[in-house]
Structure formats: structure tokens, C-alpha cells
């Protein structure tokens, strides 16, 4: 299996900018991101204080980062990790089955703003779950809801359909406007409702919902990115940030953090320079690692 030198978690400014900062500095890297690079980006109808450009919509600035990276050969894995296993001198990423390694990370994953379901955290682990590839085999023959928060939730859910007796599937976006539902395949249920609540006794049970009930024998809950307390265990954060100095080191060894996932303000110049000071410092751990 190759290693990577450094891993970078986001397809944002920040994950975008340490990226480049990395590629510049002859790093071989692998930037996991989603199709949309940053849907916050996207969403703002106009930027006026990134220096430099001026009177520009979020979408031509993200245009513009992804001249920048397609230009310098840099490309973006569209999987998801879903877990980030310190393994002493490198890192294991965690895609579903797949595994990837990497002497150092940088987390740019944004920050969750999405509040869990009532009864979401109470049965994680024991009927919900964040990752529908990693635990398809439990939910073999079994009914499964899938909540998804993205498009690239439909691709989990189409892989669950294989293996399930019968898919759920709650949209939490608007799939007419994305063309969604024809990336489902035909057996896959859409459900048009609201979940409120996941209800069970030692197990989930039911996902309840405004309108409706399903009863089901899993849950998953596909967001744009977990919590990072989750994403890699022994992470220190404070609140829902993940705390970092001055060098965006985090408490764990080669792992650095960058963009809105470490604090306030959540500013686009902000981001794109706590990457650049992200993947700089992962630059001099790796030459302190061969060096030593």
C-alpha cells in the first residue's frame, strides 16, 4: 500500500490552499473532498473581502479555486473518511473497506452545523450509524433508513440496496433542484418527511418522523462531516472546534487543522491562510521525521 506524506480532509479554502502549499513543496498528498468542493462557498451570492477580488459571487470564487488546483494537477478523491486511526508513525484513513495511509493529516473538514435527531447520539452505535458502506454487511436482509444531508448519501444508499431486504431514503435537500433522485436506484423508497426522533429500547427501532413512522432495523445519518471528536479518536477539541496553536498543530502528533473546523470567524481568508500555515508545518514535521 503506498503512503502518502500528507492526507488533507476537506475540499474547501483551507483544504484547497494546503493542498497547493503541499504540491509546491513536492509533497505527495491526497485530498479527500466532495463533488461540490464547499457548499457554503457556493451558497453566497456575493464576496467583497477576499484580497484581491472584488465583487464576485461564492460560485466564481470557487470556480476560480478549481482552476487553480486543476492547473497544478491536483486532483480530489470523492470518498468520504469516516475514521482516522493514529497508528504511531503514520495515520490509517478509513473509507468505507477501503484504507489509505499517510505519514501526516490536515483536518479542513468545516464545522457541523446540523443538530442531531433527538435519540441520534443516545443509539450510535446500536441501530445508527454514520457510515452505510462500513456497516452494510450488519443490515443484511433487514429494512434500513438513510438520512441523507448531501447527494453523495444516494451512492451509500444505492450500495445498501444490495445488501438490504428494503431502503428508506429522507432527503434533507431539495432532490428535485440537485436531479438527485435519478442517481437511486428503483427500489430505494423516497420518503418526503422530517425526522424528529429515533426511538428503541437497547436498539434503534423506529425513526419517527412529523408526518409518519418507518420501522426499520438500522439508521444512518449521512452529513457533510462528523464530529471531529469522532473522526479521529483522541482528538482535543473545545466546543465543536478542534483546538490547534499557532502552527495548527492539534494535541496528536503529525495531525494539523485548518479552516472554519478550528474557530471563528468563519471567513474564506481565514480559511485559505490557516491551510497555507497548516500544510507548512506538516511540511517541516515530515523533513523532522526523515531527518531524524
Given at each position: 500500500?503506498?503512503?502518502?506524506?500528507?492526507?488533507?480532509?476537506?475540499?474547501?479554502?483551507?483544504?484547497?490552499?494546503?493542498?497547493?502549499?503541499?504540491?509546491?513543496?513536492?509533497?505527495?498528498?491526497?485530498?479527500?473532498?466532495?463533488?461540490?468542493?464547499?457548499?457554503?462557498?457556493?451558497?453566497?451570492?456575493?464576496?467583497?473581502?477576499?484580497?484581491?477580488?472584488?465583487?464576485?459571487?461564492?460560485?466564481?470564487?470557487?470556480?476560480?479555486?478549481?482552476d487553480?488546483?486543476?492547473?497544478?494537477?491536483?486532483?480530489?478523491?470523492?470518498?468520504?473518511?469516516?475514521?482516522?486511526?493514529?497508528?504511531?508513525?503514520?495515520?490509517?484513513?478509513?473509507?468505507?473497506?477501503?484504507?489509505?495511509e499517510?505519514?501526516?493529516?490536515?483536518?479542513?473538514t468545516?464545522?457541523?452545523?446540523?443538530?442531531?435527531?433527538?435519540?441520534?447520539?443516545?443509539?450510535?452505535?446500536?441501530?445508527?450509524?454514520?457510515?452505510?458502506?462500513?456497516?452494510?454487511?450488519?443490515y443484511?436482509?433487514?429494512?434500513?433508513?438513510?438520512?441523507?444531508?448531501?447527494?453523495?448519501?444516494?451512492?451509500?444508499a444505492?450500495?445498501?440496496?444490495?445488501?438490504?431486504?428494503?431502503?428508506?431514503?429522507?432527503?434533507?435537500?431539495?432532490?428535485?433542484?440537485?436531479?438527485?433522485?435519478?442517481?437511486?436506484?428503483?427500489?430505494?423508497?423516497?420518503?418526503?418527511?422530517?425526522?424528529?426522533?429515533?426511538l428503541?429500547?437497547?436498539?434503534?427501532?423506529?425513526?419517527?418522523?412529523?408526518?409518519?413512522?418507518?420501522?426499520?432495523?438500522?439508521?444512518?445519518?449521512?452529513?457533510?462531516?462528523?464530529?471531529?471528536?469522532?473522526?479521529?479518536?483522541?482528538?482535543?477539541?473545545?466546543?465543536?472546534?478542534?483546538?490547534?496553536?499557532?502552527?495548527?498543530?492539534?494535541?496528536?502528533?503529525?495531525?494539523?487543522a485548518?479552516?472554519?473546523?478550528?474557530?471563528?470567524?468563519?471567513?474564506?481568508?481565514?480559511?485559505?491562510?490557516?491551510g497555507?500555515?497548516?500544510?507548512l508545518?506538516?511540511?517541516?514535521?515530515l523533513?523532522?521525521?526523515?531527518?531524524?
Open positions: 500500500m503506498d503512503r502518502y506524506d500528507i492526507a488533507i480532509i476537506g475540499s474547501g479554502p483551507a483544504a484547497l490552499s494546503a493542498a497547493i502549499n503541499a504540491k509546491i513543496r513536492n509533497k505527495n498528498i491526497i485530498i479527500f473532498g466532495a463533488r461540490n468542493l464547499s457548499n457554503k462557498l457556493i451558497k453566497a451570492p456575493k464576496v467583497d473581502n477576499y484580497l484581491g477580488i472584488k465583487d464576485v459571487s461564492g460560485t466564481e470564487l470557487m470556480e476560480a479555486f478549481k487553480h488546483i486543476d492547473n497544478m494537477g491536483i486532483e480530489i478523491t470523492y470518498k468520504r473518511i469516516n475514521n482516522i486511526y493514529a497508528m504511531g508513525d503514520y495515520f490509517a484513513l478509513m473509507s468505507g473497506q477501503e484504507m489509505y499517510a505519514t501526516s493529516i490536515i483536518l479542513a468545516g464545522v457541523e452545523f446540523t443538530k442531531p435527531i433527538k435519540g441520534e447520539e443516545e443509539f450510535l452505535g446500536k441501530g445508527v450509524g454514520y457510515c452505510a458502506t462500513c456497516d452494510a454487511p450488519l443484511r436482509d433487514k429494512k434500513v433508513a438513510v438520512i441523507g444531508y448531501n447527494t453523495d448519501a444516494e451512492e451509500e444505492n450500495y445498501l440496496s444490495e445488501i438490504a431486504s428494503k431502503v428508506y431514503y429522507i432527503p434533507m435537500y431539495n432532490m428535485e433542484k440537485t436531479k438527485g433522485a435519478g442517481h437511486l436506484v428503483d427500489n430505494i423508497d423516497i420518503i418526503k418527511d422530517k425526522p424528529v426522533e429515533v428503541g429500547n437497547e436498539h434503534a427501532e423506529i425513526l419517527k418522523m412529523k408526518e409518519s413512522e418507518l420501522e426499520v432495523d438500522g439508521i444512518f445519518v449521512l452529513k457533510d462531516s462528523v464530529s471531529p471528536g469522532e473522526l479521529v479518536p483522541g482528538l482535543e477539541t473545545e466546543g465543536p472546534h478542534i483546538k490547534v496553536d499557532r502552527e495548527m498543530k492539534t494535541n496528536i502528533k503529525g495531525c494539523f485548518a479552516g472554519d473546523c478550528v474557530g471563528k470567524p468563519y471567513q474564506y481568508m481565514k480559511s485559505a491562510g490557516e497555507q500555515v497548516a500544510a508545518n506538516a511540511v517541516s514535521y523533513d523532522q521525521m526523515k531527518n531524524s
